[in-house]
């Protein structure tokens, strides 16, 4: 079966169809409210639990979503959750076309997104440890393959998806299973459809082209990987095939998120409305 096959095949299955043949991999929730509520109590639980055993909570984490952040920390704060035991690993930043880390001070800098909706607002008793609190640089890059093996691992792998199957920046290119950290060139697929959902003005001419990212041997070494994918703040349903290829899509580089099916525990939570049959179906010849 082709990749074009495959992925009409897909998009023909409604949601029932897919929670069964994903088999414990899916859950969709009604609401994106709801995707959030789950993404942030999810996170909690997990460093809550490591907390009672005294055991350190080590974690990948991306900006995107962001709902879920302002919910954490509420509950952090409420639920008095110290992340002084935690290392978290952030998927990704963006960088100018020197290869540079855009500044927190950028208005699309992720670790400047962070602070904003996520650090500023946790007490500071309980907040994490500034060098257990890892995003990706052009000074570090070289570094957070063996960050992450000294700390034992990572338990937790959680992220988005990309329009074309990118998981942290890991864009389709070959071999992309086997990349650890380093400087990428974003694709015309994520340039658009970013600078769509930025609040940029659609600016493709100005919209970042490099970034730095943990690689997909970090994602996959994991030993949990949960992920979040959905249709979001903009109404279109860009999000439907992603959702698909990222549980029942056959493992390739032209979609780097398929190689998380061959994961031993991987989830994918989504909502309705992207896990709904698209209004059309492409088919081939036209």
């Known amino acids: 079966m082709t990749r074009g096959e495959e992925v009409r095949k897909l998009l023909s299955m409604g949601p029932e169809e897919l929670v069964e043949k994903a088999k414990g991999k899916l859950i969709v929730l009604d609401t994106l409210d709801e995707l959030h509520e789950h993404f942030a109590r999810t996170i909690a639980d997990e460093i809550k639990g490591n907390n009672e055993k005294g055991k350190a909570t080590k974690l990948i984490l991306p900006v995107g979503p962001v709902g879920q952040y302002p919910i954490l920390a509420e509950i952090i704060n409420q639920e008095r959750i110290s992340l002084k035991n935690c290392y978290f690993f952030y998927m990704d930043e963006y960088c100018d076309d020197s290869g540079k880390a ?11 997104e962070m602070e904003h909706l996520f650090f500023s607002k946790i007490d500071s008793e309980l907040n994490i440890p ?18 992450i093996e000294e700390a034992g691992g990572i338990d937790t792998c959680y992220g988005g998806i990309g329009v074309h199957g990118h998981v942290a920046f890991n864009e389709p290119e070959p071999n992309i299973r086997y990349t650890d950290p380093r400087l990428v060139y974003l694709n015309q697929y994520t340039i658009t459809i970013n600078a769509i959902r930025s609040e940029v003005g659609g600016d493709l001419v100005n919209f970042p082209r490099k970034a730095v990212t943990l690689g997909m041997n970090q994602i996959c070494g994991a030993r949990r990987v949960r992920l979040y994918c959905r249709n979001d703040i903009v109404d279109i349903d860009w999000a439907n095939l992603v959702l698909r290829l990222a549980v029942l899509g056959t493992p390739g580089d032209d979609y780097p998120v398929t190689y998380l099916t061959e994961h031993p525990d991987y989830v994918v939570v989504t909502i309705k409305n992207t896990a709904e049959k698209p209004k059309i179906i492409l088919s081939l010849p036209y």
Do not use: A, M, T, V
């Open 102 to 112: 855009i500044p927190p001070s950028h208005p699309l800098s992720f670790r400047g």
């Open 130 to 147: 500034e060098e257990q609190l890892i995003f990706p640089s052009h000074e570090n890059l070289h570094l957070l393959k063996g960050k």
